[in-house]
């Protein structure tokens, strides 16, 4: 089995300035995902692709332990550029820098570190023992059910449930939801091949985390992570 890593990290970043490598806890927010990446690879053989603009992101890498002599293209360091183009860029360079085929790519987002080795391994798992799945994506179960309580606006002003008929009276008939958590997805070899934009497809799969996990969005998304990580709040190991 072949595996590629990416880690894709864009400089700009308008929430929280130079987000991808401030320091969390006493290292760069970079750096958790590297250290993931580079345990995995010594466990799966996996190779590992940085993509991004930033000479900044570069030399924090270089300091972390990696090189590459891969940039990202302007066109895909935009605001609007979407993730799948820029995973399949970096999937193309690698697959020919590295005169090899890959059987998957597994996509790491640094503003969403929760996670450790054994999720990866999991869903690469789930994911091989399903041979009609394209692709998956981790998720952590929902707060909220657009079947029994989530609302939205109407052309009229007034709100109507998301989804479903308001005949469902409890949680607990609702259908399962989960929310996309952007920590990982993991992509098949006919994924990265067709002509695919979103992660989300009619053959998809899902791993849900069976412990928390959210992205770093604002900076109180940050302050919050830095008190769970420096007071060992975290619910697993990470």
């Known amino acids: 089995m072949k595996v590629l890593i990416t880690i894709c990290v864009r400089g700009g970043s308008k929430g929280i300035p130079d987000k991808n490598i401030k320091h969390l806890n006493g290292k760069p927010l970079l750096s958790y995902t590297f250290d993931t ?17 930033s000479e900044k992101i570069l030399e924090t890498a270089k300091n972390l332990g990696y090189t590459t002599n891969y940039k990202r293209p302007d066109v895909l ?6 993730k799948i183009g820029v995973i399949r860029s970096a999937w193309i360079y690698s697959e020919k820098i590295n005169r090899c085929e890959y059987d998957f790519v597994l996509d790491m987002d640094v503003t969403s570190p ?4 054994e999720d990866l391994l999991k869903g ?25 309580n989530m609302v939205e606006e ?6 109507k449930l998301v989804k479903g008929s308001g ?6 008939q609702a259908p399962k939801v989960y929310d996309m958590n952007a920590s990982f997805y993991i992509f098949t070899r006919e994924f990265m091949k067709g002509d695919y934009e979103n992660s989300v497809t009619n ?3 899902i791993y849900c985390m069976p ?8 900076k109180t998304d940050f302050r919050i992570m830095e008190i769970m990580l420096r007071e060992n709040l975290l619910d697993f190991k990470l």
Do not use: M, W
Request: charged share 25%; glycine share 2%; aromatic share 10%.
């Open 167 to 172: 005949k469902i009276k409890s949680r607990q």
């Open 211 to 218: 412990h928390i996990c959210f992205d770093l969005d604002e």
């Open 203 to 205: 053959r998809s799969l």
């Open 37 to 53: 990446a580079f345990d995995l690879s010594k466990k799966i053989h996996a190779d590992i692709q940085l993509s991004t603009d």
């Open 77 to 82: 360091a935009s605001d609007t550029a979407g």
């Open 114 to 117: 929760l996670r450790n080795e």
């Open 154 to 159: 109407t052309y009229n002003g007034f709100v």
């Open 124 to 148: 690469l798992e789930i994911l091989k023992k399903n041979p009609d799945a394209l692709n998956l994506f981790s998720v952590n179960t929902a707060s909220r059910n657009p079947y029994f």
